[in-house]
């Protein structure tokens, strides 16, 4: 069964007409919409990495470290082969992510005290240029009442919504999340299926704690806002009307352990 990483509003009305673009359909089932249809431009699929060293952590981990797991993604939708990241996830200090686009510059502090292995793996997929001319697929922007669900969604070479990295890793840090304009966190197909697909906000949203968010953008959060003036166009195959009518790329994606200016 194809799988997507995908954000549910709280609303029971709009969940369906807002279930991410790209979930997939098994053989005989209805409950999922078809897949999205495919970026030409995107990587060609490859296989799900063969490297596992990296997947059995050591049994105490050095101080200022936490160990993580990652497994290979049962689903194998792998959009763009990627090493596993190591076992061995440092939590004492922020990264700091400078985030080229088409349309502008995203800079972002991650918080690896918080979110470890998140953290540990978004660094590794950046130094190995897996974000690098990719599109951001998804983007929502809906309000409800008092509340919103407004978020740019990226992280998948293929521009479907199905791809990842060829592995996942779960949740952390959904103790009192919450999904304030600024915030950075990682897109799933349910409980502890985190890859590569992350969402940024760009006004306060209503997501229950559900998605595991590990940073902040510092700047650039008006990058995200003009491109959501452009407003969404329906995606023909799912009929879900969240796919960006102004077309963004992450040109060039690089991690610092400095600060940027």
Do not use: W
Request: hydrophobic residues 35%; glycine residues 10%; neutral net charge.
């Amino acid at each position: 069964m194809r799988r997507c990483r995908k954000l549910i509003p709280p609303g029971a009305v709009l969940a369906t007409a807002l279930l991410v673009a790209g979930c997939g359909k098994s053989s005989g089932s209805t409950s999922e919409p078809p897949p999205a249809p495919a970026d030409t431009s995107a990587a060609t699929p490859a296989a799900i990495p063969t490297e596992t060293a990296s997947q059995t952590p050591s049994a105490s981990p050095s101080p200022g470290t936490v160990n993580c797991v990652y497994m290979p993604d049962p689903s194998g939708n792998t959009a763009r082969k990627a090493t596993l990241p190591s076992a061995s996830a440092e939590n004492t200090h922020p990264y700091y992510v400078t985030m080229v686009t088409n349309h502008g510059t995203i800079k972002i502090e991650l918080d690896a005290p918080a979110a470890p292995c998140t953290v540990n793996s978004f660094v590794s997929l950046i130094k190995q240029g897996y974000y690098d001319n990719t599109p951001c697929h998804r983007l929502l922007d809906v309000t409800m009442g008092s509340s919103a669900d407004a978020v740019l969604q990226c992280g998948d070479p293929s521009g479907t919504g199905s791809g990842g990295p060829g592995y996942t890793f779960v949740d952390e840090n959904l103790t009192g999340a919450k999904y304030v304009k600024g915030v950075i966190a990682m897109a799933n197909a349910g409980p502890n299926t985190n890859g590569s697909q992350f969402f940024m906000m760009f006004k306060d949203s209503a997501f229950p704690p559900n998605y595991t968010p590990f940073g902040q953008i510092l700047s650039g959060v008006e990058v995200i806002v003009d491109i959501a003036k452009g407003g969404t166009e329906v995606n023909p195959t799912t009929g879900a009307n969240d796919v960006p009518k102004t077309k963004t790329t992450l040109v060039k994606v690089t991690v610092s352990t400095t600060k940027p200016s």
